[in-house]
């Protein structure tokens, strides 16, 4: 998320959806088929009332009952699957982005980013 608050810091006041994965994904991974989908679409299910019936509302079980479930397990396992993967696609295309942005002293952004703020951080 860092990554494209870089290359672009009026993401999500330009009607391209913010910053949150399932957005950057859907942007600058769509070509893949590694959109990230939300977990409450993907999790959610109807909440049941005291007479059986499903009610209207949806609820989401925490991560620990979609893991330790059989019944969601499997599927679980692939959403954390494709999660890692498009994070990392995602940042390979957001690290050649940033490589072609001029930051200062003819520097590109990537640069900066790791070499200034990567020195910060180990100091």
């Keep these: 998320m860092h990554l494209a608050r870089l290359e672009n810091t009026s993401r999500s006041e330009s009607g ?6 399932a957005n950057l994904t859907k942007e600058c991974l769509s070509d893949t088929g590694l959109v990230k989908t939300p977990m409450s679409e993907r999790f959610s299910r109807p909440n049941v009332k005291k007479d059986g019936t499903e009610g209207k ?3 989401l079980p925490t991560p620990c009952e979609l893991q330790r ?3 969601t397990r499997r599927d679980f396992i692939d959403y954390a699957v494709t999660d890692a993967a498009a994070t990392w696609h995602l940042r390979n295309v957001l690290k050649e982005r940033l490589e072609t942005m001029e930051a200062a002293n003819g520097r590109s952004l990537w640069d900066f980013m790791f070499v200034t703020c990567g020195l910060l951080l180990f100091a």
């Design 69 to 71: 479930d059989f019944r």
């Design 16 to 21: 391209r959806g913010g910053y949150s994965l």
């Design 57 to 59: 509302t949806k609820i």
